[in-house]
């Protein structure tokens, strides 16, 4: 089992930042991927970036360039640095963790993100 805890989410205004973090315990976690989600009202849960336990990362089109994915193996935590923050990116982001080679995934709770003034 993996236990997921997200932190960082809030109101910002827009063009602002937020730092999400997501800090996974319980199992040995090998190889896996571990991702962003996120889900605004009305519509359905869409990958906002992943990195692998090699760091290679992938992007939604609609985050390239504003966000950054990292994450410290050590800590068996990820990261999201949002910046220049837009309304449409208002949502709910949860932490995902894949596992290899079972394909076995771990979600966080969720944490709030609206961008409004």
């Known amino acids: 089992q993996v236990q997921l805890v997200e932190s960082g989410g809030g109101l910002v205004q827009p063009g602002g930042s937020l730092r999400l973090s997501c800090a996974a315990s319980?199992?040995?976690?090998?190889?896996?991927?571990m991702a962003w989600y996120r889900q605004a009202p009305g519509n359905q849960r869409d990958l906002v970036a992943s990195?692998?336990?090699?760091?290679?990362?992938n992007y939604a089109d609609s985050v390239k360039g504003r966000f950054t994915i990292s994450r410290d193996n050590a800590k068996n935590t990820v990261y999201l640095q949002m910046n220049s923050l837009k309304p449409e990116d208002t949502a709910v982001y949860y932490c995902?963790?894949?596992?290899?080679?079972?394909?076995?995934?771990?979600w966080g709770q969720g944490t709030q993100v609206t961008v409004s003034s």
């Open positions: 990195i692998t336990s090699g760091l290679s990362t």
């Open positions: 319980g199992s040995s976690f090998g190889v896996n991927v």
């Open positions: 995902n963790v894949m596992l290899f080679p079972s394909r076995t995934r771990y």
